[in-house]
């Protein structure tokens, strides 16, 4: 959620441009890449597993992943129609950048890191080294009756 002062916790930020890359309905997974350009010799995935909802700009310009304020968190929740008793399976992190805003709603974000540069935006070779995780924690909220 968001700190004291009630802007949003920066959970991950990068100056290089990330774009909506690849969706997939059957299993839920969003992908936003990076490609290498100029200097950067690595291309960046933030992969989004269990997605239930979202709201996107086709590509994030320095981009932050950030919490969201608990009036956002409840109200990406309601449109979802994830069931309360569900919720702590689930987190919503708001995406900021200068070339639009949006959220996700999911059960996992995972960025990792390949080096290399190929034609066309094809994986490079080679390992991935995950960057960053999250995932919801703590312990789970009670049941409302």
Do not use: I, K, N
Not at 84 to 102: D, K, M, Y
Not at 109 to 131: A, I, S
């Amino acid at each position: 959620m968001s700190g004291p002062d009630d802007s949003p916790s920066v959970l991950y930020a990068s100056e290089r441009t990330f774009r909506v890359w690849r969706y997939g309905v059957g299993h839920s997974h969003l992908l936003l890449r990076s490609l290498p350009d100029g200097e950067d010799t690595t291309q960046l995935d933030l992969r989004f597993e269990m997605v239930r909802a979202m709201r996107l700009v086709t590509r994030y310009e320095a981009l932050r992943v950030v919490s969201v304020d608990a009036g956002e968190f409840s109200r990406v929740f309601a449109e979802s129609g994830v069931p309360p008793v569900r919720r702590h399976t689930q987190l919503v992190v708001g995406l900021r950048s200068r070339s639009g805003t949006g959220y996700v709603q999911c059960g996992r974000v995972v960025l990792d890191r390949r080096e290399g540069r190929t034609c066309g935006g094809e994986d490079p070779p080679g390992p991935r080294d995950v960057v960053w995780s999250l995932r919801p924690g703590g312990p789970v909220p009670p049941s409302s009756p």
